[in-house]
């Protein structure tokens, strides 16, 4: 049982560059998220998906795009990066007993925009 | 909007001191979850507290949630340089169970030996 993954480890992009960050887990959890972290700021949620082909916007979405084709999979996806997106991005997912959410982290994605 | 404030921002302690970390908010939350992150990795899962009122224990880490349900406290005993890291509150709306969760900006711990 692995949990949460998350590729790539690092990353670094150019300015206008596209790339999709990749989050599998394998817990048969119907809700999955996106965070990013930056110093100080604790986790801010992009968006979040409550089952396959249902997704939706968090507190920070400008500039991202998800999709939730299966129930393992969650990419996140950056299509013109700006140095704005320089964070740290976690998946997660979860599975609500209807009185409240544990959430499962993966490690992260480090991401970089120069 | 819902907020959770955390306090200290930072804490540098030496080993075998006790200290207490606050979670604080305006808002109601139907259930508070306090999550431990080490560097380089993603927040783990420490203790989801439901009841009012309610205490948690484990090992020398002790969770608290307000009457009230707006505020928790995390309490360690005799800490360890293994308790360094990154503290998250994270809170449930009281409507929102099952949806996002509302995180803190954290304490981060240092524990000297």
């Known amino acids: 049982n692995a949990g949460v993954t998350q590729t790539p480890k690092f990353r670094i992009l150019k300015i206008g560059q596209s790339m999709t960050l990749q989050c599998t887990q394998d817990m048969n959890h119907n809700y999955m998220y996106w965070y990013r972290q930056d110093p100080g700021m604790g986790l801010k949620l992009i968006y979040y998906s409550v089952g396959a082909g249902i997704t939706d916007k968090g507190e920070v979405p400008n500039g991202y795009n998800v999709s939730r084709s299966t129930t393992e999979d969650f990419p996140l996806r950056l299509e013109l990066a700006a140095p704005s997106q320089t964070s740290v991005y976690f998946c997660?997912?979860?599975?609500?007993?209807?009185?409240?959410?544990?959430?499962?982290f993966g490690p992260g994605t480090r991401l970089t925009v120069l | 909007t819902q907020l959770l404030e955390q306090s200290p921002q930072f804490l540098s302690i030496q080993e075998g001191e006790n200290l207490t970390v606050y979670c604080n908010s305006s808002?109601?939350?139907?259930?508070l979850q306090w999550y431990r992150q080490e560097p380089g990795e993603g927040p783990v899962l420490l203790v989801t507290v439901v009841t009012g009122g309610e205490v948690k224990k484990l090992k020398r880490l002790t969770f608290q949630f307000g009457d009230a349900r707006k505020d928790s406290s995390l309490h360690i005993t005799a800490a360890q340089p293994g308790d360094t890291g990154l503290y998250l509150c994270?809170?449930?709306?009281?409507?929102?169970?099952?949806?996002?969760?509302?995180f803190g900006k954290g304490t981060t711990l240092s524990v000297s030996s």
């Open positions: 997660a997912s979860s599975y609500s007993t209807g009185d409240y959410n544990e959430q499962f």
């Open positions: 808002s109601v939350f139907s259930s």
């Open positions: 994270a809170g449930d709306g009281p409507n929102q169970a099952g949806t996002a969760l509302i």
